[in-house]
């Protein structure tokens, strides 16, 4: 239990400048995109990860075979802030089994006919299962508020974007996961945090690496001219959404080493405070495995 108790205080101590406790106060230019904070050195957080992934394999067994929650990952960040290589490394050593990656793109029209929260509602993880979103239902108040004529695509009525429609789905928002974590359901809400020169070199790199090409897309760098809005919208977004029952974590994202060390001890914290265990097995569950001891002896 000692042991239990230091590893949750070492992760804690990692997360604290990370994790939004306060967020009517929140301001995203004080978090600093390149911070390394808590970790001496690359090789250190890199050797704190593997060991980190050595206990979310444990924790993972024991959810899938406990089938009591489900956890949901969902990252958020600009492009190339890192998503696919967070996901990748972050859960190289689970059971794909019991994980299922969910990239949510440009709604379909099937998508848009629904209610916003609709299509991430539908892939939500099992219970057992560890769920990751590659962006989320943050979306519609990211993207759709930076570009607003994408709301008109969702055909709303008159009277669903009279007032302040952004203040009106931070609630519906923080309703839906109060919903989900009172059901079993816990959420490990990250914000990939990366700087505007570092997003150019990364874009750059896709330019100029024949490897990489294939990641560029012109959109990305489109997007760029609407850095400032995005940063008023994460901001907003965060003092809106960051609850004591799903706070978000802004996690520093130009050194990628530090990013998936954050996000994988702020997964692993939410698992440890469930604390998953294997079933316990009835008396007669006990006497088919002493039967099956018996006939598997007298098998040989």
Excluded: C
Excluded at 84 to 95: A, E, K, Y
Excluded at 124 to 144: A, C, D, K, Q, W
Excluded at 262 to 286: G, H, N, Y
């Amino acid at each position: 239990m000692a042991k239990a108790n230091d590893e949750r205080a070492r992760i804690d101590d990692l997360l604290a400048p990370y994790r939004i406790d306060d967020p009517k106060s929140f301001q995203l230019s004080k978090h600093d995109p390149g911070s390394t904070d808590g970790v001496k050195s690359k090789a250190a957080a890199t050797q704190r990860l593997t060991d980190g992934i050595q206990r979310l394999t444990d924790l993972q067994t024991r959810l899938a075979a406990q089938e009591t929650y489900g956890v949901l990952l969902a990252l958020q960040a600009m492009d190339a802030a890192g998503k696919d290589g967070t996901i990748r490394h972050v859960m190289s050593g689970l059971n794909p089994q019991g994980v299922r990656v969910v990239s949510f793109k440009s709604p379909s029209t099937e998508e848009l006919a629904h209610h916003f929260l609709w299509r991430t509602t539908r892939d939500l993880p099992r219970r057992g299962e560890i769920g990751i979103f590659n962006r989320s239902h943050y979306e519609e108040v990211l993207v759709v508020r930076v570009h607003p004529e994408f709301l008109a695509g969702q055909h709303l009525p008159s009277e669903a974007t009279t007032g302040n429609i952004w203040k009106r789905r931070f609630r519906e928002i923080n309703d839906w996961e109060r919903n989900l974590v009172d059901n079993g359901f816990p959420i490990v809400k990250v914000f990939l945090h990366m700087s505007a020169d570092e997003q150019r070199r990364r874009i750059l790199a896709r330019i100029d690496t024949p490897a990489k090409n294939w990641k560029f897309s012109p959109l990305d760098v489109k997007e760029r001219e609407s850095w400032g809005d995005y940063q008023h919208a994460y901001e907003d977004m965060i003092r809106n959404t960051s609850t004591k029952y799903a706070p978000w974590y802004v996690v520093p994202a130009d050194k990628k080493w530090f990013a998936r060390l954050v996000v994988s001890e702020a997964l692993a914290a939410t698992m440890i405070d469930i604390d998953p265990q294997f079933p316990v097995l009835s008396e007669a569950r006990l006497a088919d495995l002493a039967k099956g001891r018996v006939e598997l002896e007298q098998s040989e």
